[in-house]
């Protein structure tokens, strides 16, 4: 694989964290602990790292569940968005760094995967709700960011070991 795919890359696990903010520090996370990915000296090795692994993972189940009860706020609300850009960008700078090209640019890359992930999650969400039960297209969304989370993060893990 080229280098030239890391901002695809970039932008795949913002478009991951905008659909489940939480899912793609965890995949990374779990990457990193389990040596797949080195995250190096990226000032994100800190908050994405193999030791806070097990914490971001236990947030990133209960948001899991959260996302699946009636009170919870709709993602493009100001706070979820933010936080869904914030996690795009960061994860989006680890991909890069793993990938060994600018932080910046995968950090641009994530936030902007972010808001079309957040955006089009919201909307397919909405539309499929309309044909099938809500809990099966949340558990079908839960599916695609994991799924999704993982590749993006094998792909970058072989670039990173080449």
């Known amino acids: 694989m080229k280098r030239s795919y890391a901002p695809a890359l970039a932008a795949g696990i913002g478009a991951v964290a905008g659909l489940r903010t939480l899912t793609a520090p965890a995949v990374l996370a779990w990457a990193a602990k389990n040596e797949l990915i080195q995250l190096g000296s990226s000032p994100f090795a800190a908050l994405i790292s193999a030791k806070a692994s097990e914490r971001i993972t236990d947030f990133a189940v209960?948001?899991?569940?959260?996302?699946?009860?009636?009170?919870?706020?709709?993602?493009?609300?100001?706070?979820?968005l933010a936080s869904r850009i914030v996690s795009g960008a960061v994860c989006g700078a680890t991909i890069s760094g793993v990938m060994k090209r600018p932080l910046s640019e995968g950090a641009i890359f994530g936030g902007l995967g972010a808001i079309v992930g957040a955006l089009a999650g919201y909307h397919a969400r909405k539309r499929l709700s309309r044909q099938m039960p809500g809990l099966g297209v949340a558990v079908?969304?839960?599916?695609?960011?994991?799924?999704?989370?993982?590749?993006?993060?094998?792909?970058?893990?072989?670039?990173?070991?080449?």
Do not use: Q
């Open 62 to 80: 209960s948001e899991l569940i959260a996302d699946k009860l009636p009170f919870t706020p709709s993602r493009l609300n100001a706070a979820p």
């Open 140 to 162: 079908l969304e839960d599916a695609l960011a994991v799924g999704g989370g993982v590749l993006i993060t094998a792909l970058a893990a072989r670039e990173g070991h080449e």
